[in-house]
């Protein structure tokens, strides 16, 4: 449905108040009434630099979810504010590691003796407290663009990884991208005792997988990519690495968000392409290269939107806006300082990667 006349005045007007005071970040699973007014877009690695590279904005306003609002807090200076539009814009990804179950981890992973050889490895779609583990116990954190070189690095620093908390993206980086096989992982899960696996089946492991994986992207299916093969003849299927290691196996091309923009940028016109990712930025892919005769289509009908990415809409955005400019701030995103000391050595090593 097209936008609110009324709110996307109210929004104008309410960042042309606040200037070069605030500075707005939009993901690209975000609605398009929200990127509208994002002064710059991109994945979670891209975001993460860009609010970093604005030490002049006093307001960091993200239009994302927590764990990434939470990540520029940590990235940003200590006067800068970060604020989340809806706080219930949560990542139920995010949601599957806890503090106290990665702790119980790390008990298991010492009780089999080895603890000593794991780097932990943290998606970037976790809390901040799994981000500070991470960073205290000598690892990094990666997005879907540089999983693999997180991954080559931590493989130079010890002999096992502990990837956290998406099994799919550990897996499909260690299996399509490092040459490792399916025999080379486990998956831990945090429900069971003892992660459900024997000390022998954790020494045996080269990638201990965290039980964890995206509700969305985890319903694309084997099914769909047969699917829309036999349905468009000739078609690319493009999919996000946060699909399961048999869809990603059966696609053409696999890559964060940005490198699904970027793919479809260079695609010549004629082609075809099914994609497997936020049905917000798929849609807005479609129009946007129908002019240049591009066909894409969303892998699977039946998948719908990120529900918490959507949670951020142009009534919330305006409240946040018009409250800043009025003096009020509202949802702010503040990690404690413990916290963030330790999660910000783990974000930084991944800033550093090669
Ligand atoms: P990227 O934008 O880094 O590809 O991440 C996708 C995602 O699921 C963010 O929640
Ligand atoms: Fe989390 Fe998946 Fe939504 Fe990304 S798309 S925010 S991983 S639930």
């Known amino acids: ?58 307001y960091i306003v993200f239009c994302g979810v927590h764990f990434m ?15 989340l539009p809806d706080l219930a814009a949560g ?11 990665v702790a119980e981890c790390w008990d298991v992973l010492t009780e ?14 976790s809390s901040a407290d799994i981000k500070a583990f991470t960073g205290k116990h000598g690892g990094t954190i990666c997005t879907s663009s540089n999983a693999k070189r997180a991954l080559d690095w931590a493989f130079e620093q010890g002999e096992k990884v502990l990837f956290l908390p998406d099994q799919h993206l ?12 399916l025999d080379d992982c486990v998956v ?7 992660g459900g696996l024997t000390a022998d089946e954790l020494r045996a492991a080269k990638m201990i997988l965290w039980r964890g994986h995206c509700s969305v992207h985890g319903r694309f299916s084997l099914d769909s990519v047969n699917d829309v093969r036999e349905r468009i003849p000739g078609v690319n299927v493009l999919v996000h690495p946060e699909c399961k290691h048999e869809v990603v196996a059966a696609a053409d091309y696999v890559g964060s968000t940005e490198y699904i923009i970027k793919a479809l940028e260079a695609a010549p016109r004629g082609s075809k392409w099914a994609i497997g990712t936020e049905l917000n930025l798929v849609r807005r892919l479609a129009n946007r290269f129908a002019a240049e005769d591009k066909e894409i289509v969303f892998l699977d009908k039946t998948v719908c939107f ?10 919330h955005l305006v409240w946040a806006l018009e409250s800043l400019a009025s003096g009020k701030v509202v949802n702010r995103i503040q990690v404690d300082k413990e916290t963030e000391s330790f999660a910000k050595l783990a974000l930084e090593r991944m800033l550093a990667l090669p």
Request: proline share 6%.
């Open 112 to 125: 089999a003796g080895i603890a000593e050889q794991v780097v932990p490895v943290s998606y970037m779609n």
């Open 69 to 83: 609002a939470e990540s520029a807090d940590i990235l940003t200076g200590d006067d800068q504010q970060v604020i």
């Open 188 to 194: 831990y899960n945090p429900h069971k005792p003892n």
């Open 306 to 315: 990120c529900s918490t990415m959507n949670r951020i809409d142009l009534p």
């Open 170 to 181: 550990g897996r499909n980086t260690a299996v399509r991208d490092m040459g490792m096989s």
């Open 1 to 58: 449905a097209p936008s609110d006349p009324g709110l996307v005045e109210r929004a104008r007007a309410a960042k042309e108040k606040l200037g070069d005071k605030v500075f707005v970040l939009g993901h690209h699973y975000q609605r398009d009434e929200v990127i509208e007014f994002a002064d710059v877009t991109g994945d979670s690695f891209k975001l993460a630099r860009d609010a970093a590279a604005r030490p002049d904005a006093e």
């Open 91 to 101: 990542c139920s990804m995010a949601d599957m590691a806890t503090a106290e179950q």
